[in-house]
């Protein structure tokens, strides 16, 4: 398996534009989760899906951001409109769970790197 | 709000030593604990998984999960210039989502 792609690797912007960030997780896995990173808070987790079915997004920012899971094997990520605090890497991740309450490995894709200016 | 906290480091260990890194965490019902290693501008890796009490190992790897303290920690023996990374400790918080401490730098000198 090729593991969890994510495209673009790298994405500049002017404000004010619409983001769209690409995933596609691992085959055979039902989880999926986008996360943020910066310097100053980490990584964070944005929104988590479960069956394709959005469970948890208490960590989307603002309207500005959406999710979509619309089949097992791609995901998307929307800011619009963007804004220079925006700027970080995104990660998408995917795994296998079992159960609601215990997860098994998560595996990351290579990230993009988003740059608002 | 759950939290994982780690001493963001840098550690700083000599080649062939042991290399000790802890991490915290505040949600007591947390089940799966986890470490990932992320080289400079890579994406986290996962490198250990511990589910209950006591010690697993894995290589130079030892994870050592103490639900009543609520402390995880990752030994790394023999330490290598190559395991200079950030090590992150993530505990799983409910809804089987992840909740990740910001990481501590090891830095393993020659």
């Known amino acids: 398996d090729a593991g969890v792609i994510q495209s673009p690797r790298h994405e500049v912007t002017e404000m004010g534009q619409e983001v769209t960030l690409r995933c596609k997780p691992i085959?055979?896995?039902?989880?999926l989760f986008w996360y943020r990173q910066t310097m100053m808070r980490g990584l964070e987790l944005l929104i988590y899906f479960n069956n394709n079915v959005p469970i948890d997004d208490s960590g989307m920012p603002e309207d500005r951001f959406s999710a979509k899971m619309p089949n097992a094997s791609f995901s998307t990520l929307k800011i619009q409109p963007s804004e220079p605090r925006d700027s970080a890497v995104y990660f998408c991740a995917s795994s296998f769970t079992i159960t609601t309450r215990m997860n098994t490995e998560a595996f990351f894709g290579q990230g993009t790197r988003l740059t608002v200016v | 709000q759950k939290e994982v906290e780690q001493n963001s480091g840098p550690l700083s260990v000599p080649e062939g030593a042991i290399a000790s890194l802890n991490c915290t965490y505040s949600?007591?019902?947390?089940?799966?604990f986890f470490w990932y290693r992320q080289y400079s501008g890579k994406s986290p890796e996962l490198i250990m998984s511990?589910?209950?009490?006591g010690d697993k190992e894995d290589g130079r790897f030892t994870a050592q999960l103490n639900k009543a303290s609520q402390y995880v920690s990752l030994l790394i023996r023999d330490s290598q210039p190559s395991d200079s990374a950030t090590y992150l400790c993530?505990?799983?918080?409910?809804?089987?989502?992840?909740?990740f401490g910001k990481g501590t730098m090891l830095l393993v000198s020659p």
């Open positions: 085959s055979g896995h039902n989880s």
């Open positions: 993530a505990v799983n918080s409910g809804y089987s989502t992840l909740t």
């Open positions: 949600d007591r019902g947390s089940q799966s």
């Open positions: 511990i589910y209950s009490n």
